[in-house]
């Protein structure tokens, strides 16, 4: 772990790219024992499904774009400075409903989301995931999946 301060410029391309639009990472477990942060361009169309984190807490703040969370009971239709905080084992999806991409920053503590948006990013380069192989990497990093789409609004 680095005792350095991490600056990151808009040139530098840490990260992964899922279904073509890059997911960066700005901060992560090798930086941090807190949080891992992330700039994440959300695809048209994309849709996370209902799941829940056990321990992890995530928030979100969108930069560009629309989207939809489902969060606990609530739906919330999130424009550019919309903030959400999610506790561990509240359900909550993600929807981008635009036809543009969403650009979002997002946190994940403690650190470590970083290897599953790796693995994920492997599994999906190669095609649709296997379902199998995709509910063990979701098991393995602290997701339970309960839906694999979200409600269309």
């Known amino acids: ?36 942060t992330f700039d994440w361009t959300i ?8 799941h829940v984190h056990r321990v992890q807490e995530e928030t979100f703040y969108v930069l560009e774009g629309e989207c939809v969370w489902h969060v606990g009971e609530k739906t919330i239709h999130a424009t550019p400075g919309t903030y959400l905080f999610i506790p561990p084992g509240v359900q909550h999806n993600i929807t981008n409903v635009a036809e543009k991409p969403a650009h979002v920053l997002m946190t994940v503590s403690p650190p470590g989301h970083e290897h599953y948006f790796e693995e994920l990013a492997r599994l999906a380069a190669r095609g649709a995931p296997d379902p199998k192989a995709l509910a063990d990497l979701r ?3 602290d997701t339970d999946q309960i839906s694999a789409l979200t409600t269309n609004e």
């Open 43 to 50: 695809p048209p169309g994309f849709a996370t499904g209902l």
């Open 1 to 36: 772990m680095s005792a350095a301060p991490i600056i990151r410029m808009p040139d530098e391309n840490k990260g992964v790219m899922l279904r073509g639009h890059p997911l960066v990472f700005l901060v992560t477990g090798k930086d941090t024992k807190y949080t891992s």
């Open 139 to 141: 098991n393995r990093y």
